[in-house]
């Protein structure tokens, strides 16, 4: 079946513009979340959606970013005035469901955004 | 919240050799530990996880060990192949921090022919 898919694979865009990621989960799953990953670098948290429940946004690193989960399903992961430290790969990954332990995440392959 | 930490950041292994990735989590309430595997140009995929309720196990060439009390988990992988180069990542998961899960830091495996 389909897995995980993110949109678009790399982005390149200029500082001080505006980007938007997007997620599509697999479908059925409840838990979405977002991940930042640096060059050489472990996954560090953004954001996590779980069901209509208010989003986990304890990881996002400034007022610039921003998520929003429509209808439960697709997501999308807003930079505003973006920076060259933003410059990474973003993951996205969703999960059956967050409120039982054991359910695993299954990660697309992530967008690579380049900010020059 | 909780911090995961992993060790070591950088393991170079013989073909046929053994590999271990240690890493210890923070907070007491984690119950869900999974590893992930991650090659280049791709997102981390699963390949192994444990319950806080098990102390051991395994699939095949790979086992993970869990020791609740001084809260480290290990992964073990026997008899290394060129093609389990990758980078390595351990998780850990609590009800309390609200189920979101948080990653080690990352080993980067090289399994030399």
């Known amino acids: 079946g389909a897995g995980v898919s993110q949109s678009p694979s790399n982005k390149v865009t200029e500082k001080g513009k505006d980007v938007e990621l997007r997620c599509d989960p697999i479908?059925?799953?409840?838990?979405l979340y977002w991940y930042r990953q640096s060059l050489g670098q472990g996954l560090e948290f953004l954001i996590y959606?779980?069901?209509?429940?208010?989003?986990?946004k304890s990881g996002l690193p400034s007022d610039r970013f921003s998520a929003e989960r429509t209808g439960g399903s697709v997501s999308t992961l807003t930079i505003q005035r973006t920076q060259q430290e933003d410059s990474a790969v973003y993951l996205c990954?969703?999960?059956?469901?967050?409120?039982?332990?054991?359910?695993?995440?299954?990660f697309g392959n992530g967008t690579r955004l380049t900010v020059t | 919240g909780e911090n995961v930490e992993q060790h070591p950041s950088t393991l170079s292994v013989q073909e046929g050799d053994s590999a271990v990735i240690k890493c210890t989590y923070s907070?007491?309430?984690?119950?869900?530990f999974p590893w992930y595997k991650q090659e280049l140009g791709k997102g981390p995929q699963l390949i192994i996880d444990?319950?806080?309720?098990?102390g051991e196990k395994k699939d095949q060439r790979i086992a993970v060990t869990l020791n609740k009390t001084a809260k480290h988990f290990s992964l073990h992988i026997t008899e290394t192949q060129p093609e389990d180069s990758a980078v390595y990542f351990c998780?850990?998961?609590?009800?309390?921090?609200?189920?979101?899960?948080?990653f080690g830091a990352g080993t980067r495996l090289f399994v030399k022919a």
């Open positions: 998780a850990a998961r609590a009800q309390a921090g609200g189920f979101k899960t948080i």
């Open positions: 444990i319950r806080s309720n098990v």
């Open positions: 959606f779980q069901g209509n429940s208010a989003p986990d």
């Open positions: 907070d007491s309430a984690s119950n869900y």
């Open positions: 990954a969703s999960s059956l469901t967050s409120a039982v332990s054991g359910s695993p995440l299954h």
């Open positions: 479908s059925g799953h409840t838990a």
